[in-house]
């Protein structure tokens, strides 16, 4: 009994790694310590009422960008784990099996687990106050998204310490996710994690296109929505449509593990270049996914920053738009080496050399607006500007690689490593930071301190360049993505070492960052206007942060920057607003069923992952009773009268009531 219970605890929990069990105690450590502190401080009745039941748009926006700083911590070790590996040759820092993992989880958490829920976080703080709504249209499905993307991730991320993180690869190409390669539990935590928060993002994108379309303040016409908004709305439509690929693979995968189907095996019958046709169907629009809505925060900044409207309005909402479409087009770019024949080939290569003019076109509509402006460099456009550089130079190199004949040099080499991290983090990460700034006091009530900002502003992109630029020379020079370790005569030391250095750079970045927030909740100066950046979009046109409500009285929109002309109209006038007549206001009920259902899908997900049947079919009957309660309540809503709205805004306004 006593050999059988040992048997067990050591094929499920992961041991003989001394990184991994000090991975573990820190865990348990940090777990006991959020306990202490919950039940020392009398906090567990707040959580659950204030928190973990909300449906608020704007609480479910944070906890998703919570979430995306943690995820970025977890996705920003194994990246240095990864570099101390190739820092010098014949390095034997880490184990062959455990670098496999490493970069398979790197890439599945930076991409779904920080760039997602930075992005959701960000359409749900700021989407609903831009087109002056007070909420989004399904709050309750907006919780249910949320907590479905949490558990999913962390059903994924216990897998770094329980059974066993997965190690074929970010994308888990057939034959090495088979069981006949992966016969271990750790690709049944990569498919279950990311199909459980893949159902959260699928419901972001409905609930959200339904917002912009349903939701919009009274005479905002599409043609007049600000353009972050439009670059959601462009995202949603890629996100409803690629996202039902990658279910539909993930499915198909888990029935060749779970059951021994046969659709991407060659001995039954099957082929893995379907797998790897359908994971790029979803995966290269996921590209465009989390980097259109970086375009539409850096329009947003620069126009704010140069105190100008943007240039070429209509010109960048088709730009977005056809992006959108053409996203669909190009995911056989991912394998021109894979012999499709030469006819495919050249069509995608075509298609990916067309969607460069949409997104390179962007470039130019800023550096127009930016021309002649009154520019302010404060942190959020810093970030817009160290974009631009980058971004074009990842774009050049992706044209490069679009080039068939040119590809099958450049294929499966660090060259690509450099692409792919020049785009995404000069234009995902680089993005989102500036959004993260510059919405920052609408989300808290004042600003993150600048002077640390720009510290870690410069400890960024001093380090991504000396990061990444020297993967292009390794790339050209014959070495390979997943390389774990390699001998001093090949002569890619030097370059390595220098691109290690880069890496902690951008570590030593993050560090600032974390400093720069915890020095500015010490010492925070609050936001009294709302309008700390002189902005132009209606969410600078309320209290920060804003009320539970949003806008006691829906505003009239009549132009674009509806907030920047209404102050340029009260300015020229100088008469006083109107008095202001409050009616109550309808607002949804906070509801614990989202999070019960999501927990549930966690351990359901649980029990798929160890072939616990015991646990999964309970866990699945607890979601269909959660579902059939949820349909047989009624008392979901409820008002805010006129007074206490009356009450609220002048209390946000320093009037005393």
């Given at each position: 009994?006593?050999?059988?219970?040992?048997?067990?605890?050591?094929?499920?929990?992961?041991?003989?790694?001394?990184?991994?069990?000090?991975?573990?105690?820190?865990?348990?450590?940090?777990?006991?310590?959020?306990?202490?502190?919950?039940?020392?401080?009398?906090?567990w009745v707040w959580l659950w009422r204030e928190w973990l039941t909300s449906v608020d748009h704007k609480r479910i926006?944070?906890?998703?960008?919570?979430?995306?700083?943690?995820?970025?911590?977890?996705?920003?070790?194994?990246?240095?784990?990864?570099?101390?590996?190739?820092?010098?040759?014949?390095?034997?820092?880490?184990?062959?099996?455990?670098?496999?993992?490493?970069?398979?989880?790197?890439?599945?958490?930076?991409?779904?687990?920080?760039?997602?829920?930075?992005?959701?976080?960000?359409?749900?703080?700021?989407?609903?106050?831009?087109?002056?709504?007070?909420?989004?249209?399904?709050?309750?499905?907006?919780?249910?998204?949320?907590?479905?993307?949490?558990?999913?991730?962390?059903?994924?991320?216990?897998?770094?310490?329980?059974?066993?993180?997965?190690?074929?690869?970010?994308?888990?190409?057939?034959?090495?996710?088979?069981?006949?390669?992966?016969?271990?539990?750790?690709?049944?935590?990569?498919?279950?994690?990311?199909?459980?928060?893949?159902?959260?993002?699928?419901?972001?994108?409905?609930?959200?296109?339904?917002?912009?379309?349903?939701?919009?303040?009274?005479?905002?016409?599409?043609?007049?929505?600000?353009?972050?908004?439009w670059s959601v709305f462009s995202s949603c439509i890629m996100i409803i449509f690629a996202f039902p690929i990658l279910?539909?693979?993930?499915?198909?995968?888990f029935l060749d593990r779970f059951l021994g189907a046969h659709f991407f095996t060659l001995d039954g019958g099957g082929?893995?270049?379907?797998?790897?046709?359908?994971?790029?169907?979803?995966?290269?629009?996921?590209?465009?996914?989390?980097?259109?809505?970086?375009?539409?925060?850096?329009?947003?900044?620069?126009?704010?920053?140069?105190?100008?409207?943007?240039?070429?309005?209509?010109?960048?909402?088709?730009?977005?738009?056809?992006?959108?479409?053409?996203?669909?087009?190009?995911?056989?770019?991912?394998?021109?080496?894979?012999?499709?024949?030469?006819?495919?080939?050249?069509?995608?290569?075509?298609?990916?050399?067309?969607?460069?003019?949409?997104?390179?076109?962007?470039?130019?509509?800023?550096?127009?607006?930016?021309?002649?402006?009154?520019?302010?460099?404060?942190?959020?456009?810093?970030?817009?500007?160290?974009?631009?550089?980058?971004?074009?130079?990842?774009?050049?190199?992706?044209?490069?690689?679009?080039?068939?004949?040119?590809?099958?040099?450049?294929?499966?080499?660090?060259?690509?490593?450099?692409?792919?991290?020049?785009?995404?983090?000069?234009?995902?990460?680089?993005?989102?930071?500036?959004?993260?700034?510059?919405?920052?006091?609408?989300?808290?009530?004042?600003?993150?301190?600048?002077?640390?900002?720009?510290?870690?502003?410069?400890?960024?992109?001093?380090?991504?360049?000396?990061?990444?630029?020297?993967?292009?020379?390794?790339?050209?020079?014959?070495?390979?993505?997943?390389?774990?370790?390699?001998?001093?005569?090949?002569?890619?030391?030097?370059?390595?070492?220098?691109?290690?250095?880069?890496?902690?750079?951008?570590?030593?970045?993050?560090?600032?960052?974390?400093?720069?927030?915890?020095?500015?909740?010490?010492?925070?100066?609050?936001?009294?206007?709302?309008?700390?950046?002189?902005?132009?979009?209606?969410?600078?046109?309320?209290?920060?942060?804003?009320?539970?409500?949003?806008?006691?009285?829906?505003?009239?929109?009549?132009?674009?920057?509806?907030?920047?002309?209404?102050?340029?109209?009260?300015?020229?006038?100088?008469?006083?607003?109107?008095?202001?007549?409050?009616?109550?206001?309808?607002?949804?009920?906070?509801?614990?069923?989202?999070?019960?259902?999501?927990?549930?899908?966690?351990?359901?997900?649980?029990?798929?992952?160890?072939?616990?049947?015991?646990?999964?079919?309970?866990?699945?009957?607890?979601?269909?009773?959660?579902?059939?309660?949820?349909?047989?309540?009624?008392?979901?809503?409820?008002?805010?009268?006129?007074?206490?709205?009356?009450?609220?805004?002048?209390?946000?306004?320093?009037?005393?009531?």
């Open positions: 009994m006593l050999d059988t219970i040992k048997q067990f605890a050591s094929e499920f929990f992961v041991t003989g790694d001394p990184l991994i069990l000090g991975a573990q105690v820190s865990i348990g450590l940090s777990m006991v310590a959020m306990v202490f502190v919950l039940t020392y401080f009398r906090k926006g944070i906890m998703y960008i919570i979430c995306s700083i943690m995820m970025l911590f977890r996705g920003g070790v194994d990246a240095l784990l990864m570099r101390l590996q190739l820092a010098m040759p014949n390095s034997e820092f880490l184990q062959a099996d455990h670098y496999n993992q490493i970069f398979t989880t790197h890439g599945v958490i930076m991409i779904l687990f920080m760039a997602m829920p930075l992005m959701f976080g960000l359409f749900n703080i700021v989407v609903p106050l831009q087109i002056g709504a007070r909420d989004v249209a399904y709050p309750f499905l907006n919780s249910l998204s949320f907590w479905m993307f949490f558990w999913g991730a962390m059903l994924f991320n216990v897998s770094f310490v329980i059974g066993g993180s997965p190690d074929a690869g970010w994308l888990s190409y057939p034959p090495l996710s088979e069981m006949s390669h992966s016969p271990g539990v750790g690709e049944n935590f990569y498919i279950w994690g990311i199909q459980i928060s893949g159902i959260g993002s699928l419901a972001t994108g409905i609930n959200f296109i339904v917002t912009i379309l349903k939701m919009r303040a009274p005479g905002m016409k599409l043609m007049k929505m600000p353009m972050f908004t279910t539909v693979t993930l499915a198909l995968l082929n893995p270049m379907m797998y790897i046709n359908l994971i790029w169907m979803w995966g290269h629009p996921e590209v465009y996914i989390v980097v259109v809505p970086a375009f539409g925060i850096f329009s947003e900044v620069v126009s704010t920053f140069s105190k100008k409207k943007l240039f070429g309005y209509k010109s960048m909402v088709f730009a977005m738009l056809i992006i959108s479409l053409l996203s669909f087009f190009t995911w056989a770019h991912h394998f021109f080496t894979m012999g499709s024949g030469a006819n495919v080939n050249a069509f995608f290569a075509i298609s990916t050399m067309l969607i460069a003019i949409p997104t390179g076109a962007k470039v130019f509509n800023w550096l127009f607006t930016m021309y002649r402006g009154k520019i302010r460099f404060t942190t959020p456009m810093m970030w817009t500007v160290a974009f631009i550089p980058c971004f074009v130079i990842g774009g050049m190199t992706g044209v490069l690689l679009s080039v068939a004949p040119a590809d099958f040099q450049f294929h499966n080499s660090y060259f690509l490593i450099a692409h792919f991290h020049q785009v995404l983090i000069g234009g995902v990460a680089f993005g989102y930071f500036a959004g993260l700034y510059y919405w920052w006091p609408k989300m808290f009530g004042f600003k993150l301190n600048e002077h640390l900002g720009k510290w870690a502003f410069w400890l960024w992109n001093i380090g991504f360049y000396v990061c990444f630029m020297p993967q292009y020379f390794l790339g050209l020079d014959g070495m390979t993505r997943r390389t774990y370790t390699y001998s001093f005569d090949m002569g890619w030391g030097p370059l390595n070492l220098v691109s290690t250095v880069g890496g902690f750079l951008m570590g030593i970045g993050f560090i600032f960052q974390v400093w720069q927030i915890a020095h500015s909740i010490k010492f925070r100066e609050p936001d009294v206007s709302g309008d700390p950046w002189d902005g132009r979009t209606l969410e600078w046109s309320i209290p920060s942060p804003a009320p539970i409500y949003n806008f006691a009285v829906l505003p009239q929109v009549s132009e674009t920057d509806a907030w920047w002309e209404e102050k340029e109209r009260s300015a020229a006038s100088g008469k006083p607003s109107a008095p202001i007549v409050y009616e109550p206001i309808h607002m949804p009920k906070n509801s614990a069923i989202p999070f019960l259902i999501s927990a549930l899908w966690f351990f359901a997900g649980f029990g798929f992952v160890w072939d616990w049947m015991w646990l999964t079919i309970p866990a699945l009957i607890g979601v269909g009773i959660c579902m059939i309660a949820r349909s047989f309540s009624y008392d979901t809503d409820y008002y805010i009268p006129a007074d206490e709205v009356k009450r609220t805004e002048a209390a946000l306004k320093g009037a005393k009531v």
